[in-house]
């Protein structure tokens, strides 16, 4: 049996080209990506403060997730956050 490198539900389609991502699933520890930050890991890719982290995540502007006692923040929430920022539609 053929393992699939890819993952080829629904591709990116960027100017007509289909761009195909990765099969996370195949990949080892040391190749994938985080999921889930920290707010001080968070704070030092956005040069902000660590409590301004904490600000954006208690005023519902930066969403995260508890993990035992600790708070987290998603890869897929930071970028919401960037594009939002981006956008103009976060103050």
């Known amino acids: ?3 699939q490198l890819h993952n080829l539900s629904q ?5 007509g080209s289909v761009t195909i991502r990765a099969n996370v699933w ?7 990506p ?3 930050f ?10 902000l403060g660590r409590h301004r982290v ?3 995540i208690r005023d519902g502007r930066l969403r995260s997730v508890k993990v035992g006692s ?3 923040i998603s890869a897929r929430a930071l970028a919401d956050y960037v594009a939002a920022l981006e956008s ?3 103050p």
């Open 1 to 3: 049996m053929t393992q």
């Open 11 to 15: 591709p990116d389609q960027v100017d």
């Open 26 to 32: 195949l990949m080892s520890s040391e190749e994938l």
């Open 34 to 36: 985080p999921l889930l």
């Open 38 to 47: 920290s707010p001080d890991e968070v704070s030092r890719l956005l040069s």
């Open 54 to 56: 904490f600000d954006l």
């Open 70 to 72: 600790s708070r987290r």
């Open 88 to 90: 103009g539609e976060a």
